[in-house]
């Protein structure tokens, strides 16, 4: 089984101080054979997939492990293969899981299949290679990839089934980062980010990005992230844009000079920290991972923020942020994280050169709990009410009455009884023992059943009447004029009475003694008390 620990972690928006707010995401620390590999190595890049994480690290090796962090069996090698002589710059994977591609400053790109190496692919650039992609589409056979340096090149095969590099686009600088999705290649320059259409040959335009002051752009990673085959997230130092690749209506399209599609930005803001990673969350929502541009007291990097943005035309709103304990986080720059996702599963892994943290949106069950943890019963029973939970809502109930009498809210508590305890007779007694306690049967003896369908025991409408008798003679009266006679046994509440006679409340008891008497059948008894 996993060793999976927990991190430490500052939930709900910043700033607010006077109520704390419901965490967004539950977050995980993978260990077991990451927690080895990291003793010794860092990590560089990383590649997220359905199946499994895949790793690459500064001393040039790649590892493939499972979504717990153990080790898995591949052509890559149980103890991580050193492919590359430096640090690894990017990893990809393909669809199915069944290759990975991997390039480094020692100018070479490597393609590995995990578990077949017929397909294999050794290129030697002579040049430092920061990205590479593999084909997107899970129904090809041809095994295409893009590289980029002073050049974007897909490499494809000819009739002899060997690769051909295509040149695709010049490039301002160097390729900074690539993302393929269908017919589409988004890729980051050294000013801006461009879209390369496949099927049409062409360069869609260029989006150029703000240079940040006192700061050269390529020092800062590009994220790239296609949501669909037609929206494009990118993230760049600390601006965020979301792109539509659409077709040209047909007053665009008049020119035939003009691609067919056009890159739409339908949102661009800005963000408090400078940006780590990015992931969609909901059609309105994304996950960022970010790295705070101010710094300690003592000049250290402060903790990275996993962000949830709602955006809407060009204006954003942080909807929740966790700051995260990472190991090693003080020592850490903006280049140093990376945030991977399966959207499938709204589960994110959060990396960091000694560390691995995995956020899972919370569940209704953690939800739950947090309520309870947070005494917002009422917000815990209604989440029951409309999802449903394995945790019942009588539970919930039963610790909110609990809360509730601490609180000395007895009204409430026993209001709270007759909403949710029902005809269940055996709650009932066990609650109503917590008001004996705190001697405040009084206030829960307007709720208590008395119909055919749900009695309780006569002790406990005895008790009822005791405590009234002791200490609320008109409201004793008043019970013994409305309750049934059949919930209590008569005799008995008839020697308390002459046991706890006072005369002050002479006329009280007396007609109480009265009624009593009329209801065991002894009218005498009964005309004697009202004679009295």
Known sequence: MAEIMPIICDS???????????????????????????????????????????????????????????????????????????????????????????????????????????????????????????????????????????????????????????????????????????????WASHIGVRVYDLNEKCSL??????????????????????????????????????????????????????????????STFQTTFYICGLAPLTASQLVVLGYRKRRSDSFKSLRPVLCVIEYKMNTSEEICTDSLTLRGYEEYTVNDYSLGCIVEENRFYIAAPKDVVVASLIETDDRIEWFIKHRKYEEAMELIGTFGSSMPVLTVARQYINHLLTLKQYDDAAKLCLRMLGNNKLLWEEEVFKFVKCQQLRSVSAYLPTSNDCKLDPHVYEMVLYEFLKFDINGFLNLIKEWPCQLYDGLAVINAIHDNFRKQHGNQLLESLALLYSYQGDFESALRMYLK
């Open 205 to 266: 335009g260029l989006m150029k990005w703000e240079i940040p002051t006192e700061e050269r752009l390529e020092n800062f990673r590009c994220h790239l992230r296609w949501t669909n085959d037609h929206t494009l997230l990118i993230g760049w130092v600390d601006t965020i844009r979301i792109c539509q690749i659409r077709k040209r209506n047909p007053i665009e399209a008049s020119s035939s000079s003009l691609p067919g599609y056009i890159v739409d930005p339908i």
């Open 12 to 186: 709900g928006i910043e700033n607010m101080e006077d109520e704390e707010v419901e965490p967004k995401f539950k977050y995980q620390r993978l260990a077991n054979d990451l927690k080895n590999i990291l003793n010794t190595d860092v990590i560089t890049c990383t590649a997220v997939h359905l199946k499994f994480l895949i790793f690459g690290t500064f001393r040039g090796h790649v590892y493939l492990l499972d979504h717990q962090g153990n080790s898995v069996d591949s052509n890559l090698g149980n103890s991580g293969r050193q492919t590359h002589q430096v640090a690894v710059n990017q990893v990809d994977v393909d669809p199915k899981g069944e290759y990975v591609a991997t390039c480094s400053d020692d100018g070479k790109v490597n393609i590995t299949g995990l578990f077949n190496s017929e397909n294999n692919q050794n290129l030697s650039c002579g040049k430092s290679i920061k990205a590479v992609a593999l084909e997107p589409d899970p129904s090809a056979r041809s095994r295409r990839f893009i590289v980029g340096d002073d050049k974007l090149i897909l490499y494809e095969r000819n009739l002899l089934k060997k690769f051909k590099p295509i040149e695709l686009c010049s490039v301002e600088g160097n390729v900074l980062a690539i993302c393929w999705q269908g017919s589409f290649v988004a």
